[in-house]
């Protein structure tokens, strides 16, 4: 390619920026912690730095969360005038995944979920079409998820959100029935699997770049991807919900020793646990062909392209070697297609890519968030 | 005036346009909540329409809530050039109290604390005293409330959210420790005396009103107010968190036969319970200076300005009569000033104020949210 290789901080995200505040706030939060004494709770320190917070309210373990989507609302707005649809529906199912996909990693059992829908103007929700699909579609991914839709928030922010925008978030609360359940890390051991579920396609990170992208594509979102789909509506493919997963894993007597959602960060993320343990992948899933496009058309070699985009793994478990294969198979079941991928080993803290001779260190990885 | 009144539309908010997808969203909301059966949780029915969601989870009653804070960051930009202070201390207080006043009304003990804020961009991040003080600012609001900072999410959003901005909202999840302490309405009856406590100016409600008004004033957020302060700085005082108060009154043995946050909607809002009742307001509470001069400069009536903004009351207990004045005596006594104001009476769901001879009618407050 003659022109530059598009990459995050080109699209627009500054990671070096946020990560102060981030350090900041996570020092001033964790500062709070003693606050719960006085009502007889605690907080399972080890949740903090972790996916999602746990707290013990005598003795039941209460797991919750906050998450945003993102931009992927923009790619839906730019993308309905060619396909005609509003995809909002996928956009509901979208941020929900990236509350509950986050709190299953502790072990949880998501119960119930808010709605932030914040517009730029109250304009917004007088588009019946697109209403009516993200609330049909929000609903649907509760019913999937097996939450109840406790309530929300549907501000008019005229001044803060963009004009014709929505900024949407969802926070979630869940239940670890026990602790053996919960899964922060300590039962990760050398010698573990790892087993990695399909992807549907980009989920909703790395979209930044995706809407960079159309920038150097004469048809833009119109472009025809290898399988003949266009490029905007597979961008749309919504973020798969892994709660089923979780839940026909627990059901079958499974505790993974460790689950990490493969969001930011791409592959990098596989080592989010915080301890020291290299991470050895040997069988690499099937490459969906929106993310083989872009990193084809962004210009952008496997390093870049596996250490910010998902490649087709949405989410990790780390589990016991003998259970690996029993893991993958309950996935594979529910239609969420899985791999033996790679195993876990003492070592330098590290995730290692053989099929692509490709190494990230540990120190590729800032942030535990 | 020989100007318009401003009013709430005049200010860019059309609740006519929101209120549909609300009443769709509960609709689709409730139809969730039979997903809980099979966790062996179930909702407390009568929470739906309230100010928070409770569920009961194995004999715990949790709540929990995601509120925004709607545009008051937006005055705080403002206002900064003016005085030279951020203001995101008192803005990060307004966005827990936004949440944890909610919270309180189910008589719940809030607990944690997630934090949204997602910015127009990661150079948002980058103003080190505005950053810290935001940290500092929402760090003290849990130490106020007793609560823990459990995480939260700070993206960066161009493109959705505006460039230079932020959308700050808070999510909360609390405990009600016995189910006498469950305050949902059902509780109410006529001869109940009603309560209320002060509010510190404008809170976070009608904050669109003040941001207009500023247009038709020649001097601005600069101008001085009755008592000499600046309008823009005393819009900044933050709101009162009332946490401290119902924690002093369970302390006490008191429960609230309902309580109701006033925020939109301003004093309608007193007749939040699902009931028939008259609220019947003998005395009012002191007004603010800020509030006072934006109904004079807004050259709205008493109408309008009780029927949107909180004019002095930012809370309301609904209490057994022989227990009011206790109530009062400990809100005064932990400096939240509080005053017996009325009484709840068997008939016309309505409010009326006596002292300004005003009466609000049922269809005058549409939605309970």
Redesign the interface.
């Given at each position: 390619m003659a022109q530059t290789p598009l990459d995050y901080t080109a699209a627009?995200?500054?990671?070096s920026?946020?990560d102060?505040?981030?350090i900041?706030?996570q020092k001033?939060?964790s500062?709070?912690?003693g606050?719960?004494a006085?009502?007889g709770?605690s907080?399972i320190l080890a949740s903090?730095g972790e996916s999602?917070?746990v707290?013990d309210?005598?003795g039941?373990l209460?797991a919750?969360?906050?998450?945003?989507l993102?931009?992927k609302?923009?790619v839906a707005d730019a993308v309905r005038p060619i396909t005609g649809k509003t995809h909002y529906d996928s956009i509901a199912q979208d941020t929900i995944a990236m509350a509950v996909n986050d709190l299953i990693t502790v072990g949880a059992?998501p119960?119930?979920i808010?709605?932030?829908w914040?517009a730029g103007?109250?304009?917004w929700?007088?588009d019946e079409q697109r209403?009516?699909d993200l609330?049909?579609g929000?609903?649907k991914a509760?019913?999937v998820?097996?939450?109840?839709?406790?309530?929300?928030?549907?501000?008019?922010?005229?001044?803060?959100?963009?004009a014709g925008?929505?900024?949407l978030?969802a926070?979630s609360?869940g239940?670890i029935p026990s602790r053996e359940r919960l899964t922060l890390g300590d039962k990760m051991q050398d010698g573990d699997a790892i087993v990695l579920l399909a992807s549907s396609g980009i989920h909703a990170n790395g979209v930044?770049l995706a809407?960079k992208l159309v920038e150097r594509l004469p048809e833009g979102y119109a472009s025809k991807l290898s399988d003949g789909r266009l490029y905007g509506e597979a961008l749309l493919d919504p973020t798969t919900l892994y709660v089923p997963v979780t839940e026909a894993l627990f059901a079958a007597g499974i505790v993974p020793h460790y689950s990490a959602n493969i969001t930011g960060h791409g592959w990098r993320k596989i080592m989010r646990h915080p301890g020291n343990f290299t991470y050895r992948i040997h069988t690499l899933p099937d490459v969906p062909p929106v993310l083989a496009f872009m990193q084809e058309h962004a210009g952008i070699d496997d390093r870049e392209a596996y250490g910010s985009l998902n490649m087709g793994a949405g989410f990790a478990f780390y589990v016991a070697a003998e259970q690996a294969e029993e893991v993958a198979r309950i996935a594979n079941g529910l239609g969420v297609k899985a791999w033996v991928a790679g195993r876990v080993e003492a070592g330098p803290k590290q995730v290692v890519i053989e099929p692509l001779n490709l190494t990230y260190a540990a120190d590729e990885l800032h942030l535990r968030a």
């Open positions: 627009g995200v500054d990671y920026k946020i102060p505040l981030k900041l706030a001033a939060a500062a709070t912690a606050n719960l006085g009502h709770v907080e903090r999602a917070y707290m309210i005598g039941t209460i919750s969360i906050t998450e945003c993102g931009t609302a923009l059992t119960l119930s808010h709605a932030y914040s103007g109250s304009e929700f007088a209403m009516r609330v049909l929000w609903q509760c019913d998820c097996k939450v109840s839709w406790g309530g929300g928030e549907t501000p008019a922010l005229a001044g803060v959100v963009e925008r929505i900024d978030a926070s609360v239940i930044s809407r």
